[in-house]
């Protein structure tokens, strides 16, 4: 199996410039990612804490007999912890790193729907006056009077540091 392309624009987008996004809160803050990265979204399952790894990715889950990192994008974008709720989920995706194929597990504190965003009403994140890195954000989507934030997953791995967590790639060697 290939690696998947995480180029920005290249999964899920139709002729007219729409991508089909999954989008989710963190924080009361909607985020959207292209919905051909996902793979499934859970329940919460059982964390096992990695001693001394970054807050950014300090668990790992079972997630069908494979060991993945457990991300937290709300310590990229410096919101605080929030405590498991009813509606909390862990979004697995498939993301290349590293030209891996891998399986990523994002928490989210509500996983809303596969919604279409076009293109017409997204934007570049402004240079200043954002609360967060704009490097972080690959575009800003509009819908009705709220914002969707797209993040810029490549950024926010390469800044976090891809190597502190174990990533098993999806087709690595059984023992």
């Given at each position: 199996m290939?690696?998947?392309d995480?180029t920005?624009?290249?999964?899920?987008e139709a002729?007219?410039?729409?991508i089909?996004?999954?989008?989710?809160?963190?924080?009361?803050?909607?985020?959207?990612?292209?919905?051909?990265?996902v793979r499934?979204?859970?329940?919460?399952?059982?964390?096992?804490?990695?001693?001394?790894?970054?807050?950014?990715?300090?668990?790992?889950?079972?997630f069908?007999?494979?060991?993945?990192?457990?991300v937290?994008l709300?310590?990229a974008?410096?919101?605080d912890?929030g405590?498991?709720?009813?509606?909390?989920?862990?979004?697995?995706?498939?993301y290349a790193?590293?030209g891996?194929a891998?399986?990523?597990?994002?928490?989210?504190d509500?996983?809303?729907?596969?919604t279409?965003?076009?293109?017409d009403?997204t934007?570049?994140?402004?240079r200043v006056g954002?609360?967060?890195?704009q490097?972080?954000?690959?575009?800003?989507?509009?819908?009705?009077?709220?914002l969707?934030?797209?993040?810029d997953?490549?950024?926010?791995?390469?800044?976090r540091g891809?190597?502190?967590?174990?990533?098993?790639?999806i087709?690595?060697p059984q023992?």
């Open positions: 290939q690696a998947p995480n920005p624009g290249t999964t899920g002729a007219q410039g729409a089909e996004a999954l989008t989710f809160d963190l924080q009361g803050e909607t985020f959207a990612l292209e919905a051909g990265m499934e979204v859970l329940d919460l399952l059982p964390e096992t804490v990695v001693p001394g790894a970054p807050p950014f990715v300090g668990a790992v889950i079972n069908r007999g494979r060991i993945i990192p457990l937290d709300r310590m974008f410096e919101m912890a405590a498991p709720t009813i509606d909390s989920r862990i979004v697995v995706i498939e790193l590293d891996e891998s399986l990523i597990g994002l928490r989210a509500k996983v809303h729907e596969v279409s965003i076009d293109h009403v934007e570049d994140a402004p954002m609360r967060w890195r490097d972080f954000i690959r575009r800003l989507a509009r819908r009705g009077g709220d969707i934030v797209i993040p997953l490549d950024q926010i791995f390469a800044a891809r190597s502190s967590a174990s990533i098993t790639p087709h690595s023992r």
